[in-house]
Nanobody
Framework: VQLQASGGGLVQAGDSLRLSCATS????????IGWFRQAPGKARRFVAA????????DYADSVKGRFTISRDNAKDTVFLQMNSLEVDDTAVYYC??????????????WGQGTQVTVSS
């Protein structure tokens, strides 16, 4: 499975962005998909995840209520809708495919990141 994240950009605090994670590979629908982010000088951290069939989602406390993860298995794409963005959301965002969970070790396929910058 190959993944490619897109949709990042420079926005102001309070704005919204929607990230997309496009995949290739016929086994996409068998994987949980997670979003992680890495701010400069910090470790990569869990943001959100969605189960293989999209029936289960999980969010980091810092984004709960503001971010929504969804997937369209017919289009092999996962989305991360980010509302009410805050300066602390500034990071490179990565999508990954695997068995799921909050840990990086639960994901075996990683895409390149997309930069999200939120200005005050």
């Amino acid at each position: 499975v190959q993944l490619q994240a897109s949709g990042g950009g420079l926005v102001q605090a309070g704005d919204s962005l929607r990230l997309s994670c496009a995949t290739s590979g016929r086994t996409f629908s068998s994987y949980s998909i997670g979003w992680f982010r890495q701010a400069p000088g910090k470790a990569r951290r869990f943001v959100a995840a969605i189960s293989a069939r999209g029936l289960g989602t999980d969010y980091a406390d810092s984004v709960k209520g503001r971010f929504t993860i969804s997937r369209d298995n017919a289009k092999d794409t996962v989305f991360l809708q980010m509302n009410s963005l805050e300066v602390d959301d500034t990071a490179v965002y990565y999508c990954a495919a695997g068995s799921g969970g909050w840990s990086l070790t639960g994901y075996v396929h990683w895409g390149q990141g997309t930069q999200v910058t939120v200005s005050s």
